[in-house]
């Protein structure tokens, strides 16, 4: 496996294989949710002939935080992410400097993807998708995939890429992991290296929270009652704030009554300093 830190080098060492790129974008602290993708890519790509490139693209990226703290406490170990890249088959790290990536500075070209981005997490986070899709575009651009792999872990990131690509014609098709999730249920994720032991043992009250409240909107209780049910559960079992627990369909995003084919229920809370997210089907 290479290391690669410029789009000159990447495309050095792409050209020297023949066949598809597959393009697995992180933000590294790599977790089983990452290696996963990076499996399902790796399959594709052995699947293949010509085989062609697995990338694994590691950059954190400052335009998507909207909080500064949280882009300083953002874990990093580029080490731990090479092996577990490696093992998962992954062919060529792609991990630009900033000044690769920005080379006039923050203030750039934004791209803004509406509706699907504006609601929940946009809420919450103002600028987060704009910052997300900016550097997909840009990853896009600077790796030339032919296949790109996300987490569902992150649905509405998944749906925001998703109409980027189809507005702005991409010519690369999307893949979606399913979220890996602990023993627990609590969903993989970088950010769960900063709970603290006591906080970690709390956690996955997130998820049966929105498990349970998908089964009861199942069974026919109000939307908006499931909803409320499961921000109060998050908050008796130590979660400090809800951002939102909401029903919605999977697609649009649009809040939903009625139960209809591909409901999902998203939610954002904290706990311990730390903001989860997690969604799961209806
Ligand atoms: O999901 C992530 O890790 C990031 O939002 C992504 C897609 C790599 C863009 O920085």
Same mark, same amino acid.
């Given at each position: 496996?290479?290391?690669?830190?410029?789009?000159?080098?990447?495309?050095? *060492?792409?050209?020297? !294989?023949?066949?598809?790129?597959?393009?697995?974008?992180?933000?590294?602290?790599?977790?089983?949710?990452?290696?996963?993708?990076?499996?399902? *890519?790796?399959?594709?790509?052995? #699947?293949?002939?010509?085989?062609?490139?697995?990338?694994?693209?590691?950059?954190?990226?400052?335009?998507?935080?909207?909080?500064?703290?949280?882009?300083?406490?953002?874990?990093?170990?580029?080490?731990?992410? &090479?092996?577990?890249?490696?093992?998962?088959?992954?062919?060529?790290?792609?991990?630009?400097?900033? #000044?690769?990536?920005?080379?006039?500075?923050?203030?750039?070209? !934004?791209?803004?993807?509406?509706?699907?981005?504006?609601?929940?997490?946009? #809420?919450?986070?103002?600028?987060?998708?704009?910052?997300?899709?900016?550097?997909? *575009? &840009?990853?896009?651009?600077?790796?030339?995939?032919?296949?790109?792999?996300?987490?569902?872990?992150?649905?509405?990131?998944?749906?925001?890429?998703?109409?980027?690509?189809?507005?702005?014609?991409?010519?690369?098709?999307?893949?979606?992991?399913?979220?890996?999730?602990?023993?627990?249920?609590?969903?993989?994720?970088?950010?769960?290296?900063?709970?603290?032991?006591?906080?970690?043992?709390?956690?996955?009250?997130?998820?049966?929270?929105?498990?349970? *409240?998908?089964?009861?909107?199942?069974?026919? !209780?109000?939307?908006?009652?499931? #909803?409320?049910?499961?921000?109060?559960?998050?908050?008796?079992?130590?979660?400090?704030?809800?951002?939102?627990?909401?029903?919605?369909?999977?697609?649009?995003?649009? @809040?939903?009554?009625? @139960?209809?084919?591909?409901?999902?229920?998203?939610?954002?809370?904290?706990?311990?300093?730390? !903001?989860?997210?997690?969604?799961?089907?209806?």
């Amino acid at each position: 496996m290479q290391v690669v830190r410029t789009p000159d080098e990447l495309s050095k *060492a792409v050209l020297n !294989r023949k066949g598809p790129v597959f393009l697995v974008p992180t933000m590294g602290y790599l977790h089983k949710g990452h290696a996963s993708l990076i499996r399902m *890519a790796a399959k594709d790509r052995d #699947e293949n002939k010509p085989k062609g490139t697995v990338v694994m693209s590691l950059f954190v990226n400052p335009t998507q935080f909207n909080d500064p703290q949280d882009l300083d406490k953002y874990p990093r170990d580029e080490e731990h992410d &090479k092996r577990i890249a490696q093992e998962a088959g992954c062919d060529v790290i792609f991990a630009p400097p900033l #000044e690769v990536v920005y080379p006039s500075g923050l203030q750039t070209t !934004r791209i803004h993807v509406p509706k699907v981005s504006e609601r929940w997490e946009g #809420e919450h986070r103002p600028g987060h998708f704009d910052g997300v899709a900016t550097i997909v *575009a &840009k990853l896009f651009h600077m790796v030339l995939p032919d296949y790109a792999y996300f987490g569902e872990k992150d649905w509405q990131q998944c749906r925001v890429i998703a109409k980027m690509v189809d507005d702005l014609n991409f010519p690369v098709y999307l893949k979606f992991g399913e979220t890996v999730r602990e023993d627990d249920g609590l969903a993989m994720s970088s950010r769960n290296a900063l709970l603290r032991p006591e906080v970690r043992l709390k956690a996955p009250a997130l998820h049966r929270a929105i498990s349970q *409240a998908a089964k009861a909107f199942s069974e026919g !209780r109000p939307a908006r009652i499931c #909803e409320s049910d499961a921000a109060q559960a998050m908050l008796d079992a130590g979660f400090t704030k809800v951002d939102y627990v909401a029903i919605v369909d999977g697609m649009t995003l649009d @809040p939903i009554d009625s @139960p209809v084919p591909g409901v999902r229920v998203l939610a954002a809370a904290h706990i311990g300093g730390v !903001r989860l997210i997690d969604n799961v089907a209806v």
